[in-house]
């Protein structure tokens, strides 16, 4: 695709990256994203039949790369709790244009074998959850009973299957989990682990968000800073959502993603597909567009490739840098719910 035929927004931001959510459940209950009080026993996660097929989001996917997306990455909800998730990986990797496939997972559900045939099925990068070492942290924060040695263990396994990258993202809540921060910058520097702090953000609506728990990502690098001296480090490419540092001693580097002190929609070339099939334009949105109706309505692939292109030449999302701005904080103007990170993915 030559410069001229990219599909841009009205803000002049490219499609570069599609986040495709495979199922809105979860074998954890994090707090910040699906608290038990509201993601429990009677609530209704959608019916196998609601979700887009595996063959649905390869021909989706097809459709996007045509206008410039070379970037995915699975989620959920967990991903790997998507049956045979494998198979959709291997049909994604054969899609012209598709150039690097990840995932964000919680890694309960990694072994050994797992790993293998994750990285074999063409998946080329992980970005694992991992918010405490400290053993209660980690409970009270995913308030479920996986032992925190199985997480470890399913890191461990992944960095030795071949991945071409391993993050770890640690949402940080100030009370919470904080204490953490210096113990996982000591458990992973060194071990080729990409550890990413995420400030607390506002997504959804049943988090409980509160500024006062945001640890800004100055305060985060600060407390870093305290033990190992870290260099800035130039970003990779254009639109790259976490700022880097790099130990001065030559022991890797980390990143810090901060969404609510340091905006960075200027840049955002991300679209999200829910597990239902409809396309948000913004983590925050409060609505997306239905593709799964146009799929399954035998639309053809190019009616269905001139309402992407509709959907997003008319994008003007920007949430982060507006957030303060609207009048109603935690909320998208004129909006009173988000959609919900779980549904979504991140
Ligand atoms: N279940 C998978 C996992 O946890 O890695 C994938 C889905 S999860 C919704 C994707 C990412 O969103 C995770 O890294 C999680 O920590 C992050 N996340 C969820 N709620 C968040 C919040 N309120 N603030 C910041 N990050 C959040
Ligand atoms: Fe599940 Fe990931 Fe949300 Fe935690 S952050 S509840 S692991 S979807
Ligand atoms: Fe992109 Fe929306 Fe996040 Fe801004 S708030 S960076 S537009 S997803």
Redesign the pocket.
Same mark, same amino acid.
């Given at each position: 695709m030559s410069e001229s035929d990219r599909l841009t927004d009205s803000l002049n931001r490219p499609l570069h990256d599609l986040r495709v959510s495979v199922t809105d459940r979860c074998n954890f209950r994090c707090t910040y994203c699906m608290p038990r009080d509201v993601f429990g026993k009677g609530y209704k996660f959608l019916r196998q039949n609601q979700l887009l097929s595996f063959e649905e989001i390869a021909r989706l996917v097809r459709l996007f790369a045509q206008f410039g997306v070379s970037k995915l990455r699975l989620t959920g909800g967990e991903p790997l709790l998507r049956k045979d998730i494998e198979s959709l990986i291997s049909m994604l990797a054969d899609i012209a244009g598709i150039d690097d496939i990840a995932m964000t997972t919680n890694a309960s559900l990694i072994t050994k074998d797992r790993a293998r045939t994750l990285r074999d099925a063409g998946l080329q990068r992980l970005n694992i959850s991992l918010d405490a070492l400290d053993n209660d942290i980690y409970h009270q924060m995913n308030d479920v009973n996986i032992p925190l040695k199985k997480v470890l263990d399913g890191i461990e396994f992944a960095n030795n299957a071949g991945f071409s990258s391993i993050k770890v993202n640690m949402v940080v809540q100030k009370g919470v989990n904080d204490q953490d921060i210096l113990p996982m910058v000591r458990y992973f520097r060194g071990t080729g682990v990409i550890l990413r702090f995420i400030e607390f953000m506002d997504v959804g609506n049943h988090n409980q968000w509160n500024l006062d728990q945001v640890l800004t990502a100055r305060e985060i690098l600060e407390v870093i800073q305290a033990e190992f001296p870290v260099e800035t480090k130039q970003a990779s490419y254009p639109g790259e959502v976490a700022k880097k540092w790099e130990f001065s001693d030559g022991a890797g580097e980390i990143g810090i993603i901060s969404?609510i002190s340091q905006? /960075?929609?200027g840049d955002?070339s991300?679209a999200r597909l829910s597990a239902i099939g409809e396309l948000f334009t913004?983590? /925050?949105a409060s609505s997306g567009f239905d593709l799964r109706n146009l799929v399954r309505a035998d639309q053809t692939d190019e009616e269905i490739a001139q309402k992407l292109m509709q959907i997003w030449s008319a994008r003007s999302?920007?949430?982060?840098?507006v957030r303060f701005s609207s009048e109603n904080i935690g909320r998208p103007p004129g909006t009173s719910q988000k959609v919900e990170m779980s549904y979504i993915g991140g």
């Open positions: 969404s905006p /960075f929609c955002c991300r913004c983590l /925050f999302d920007r949430y982060s840098e």
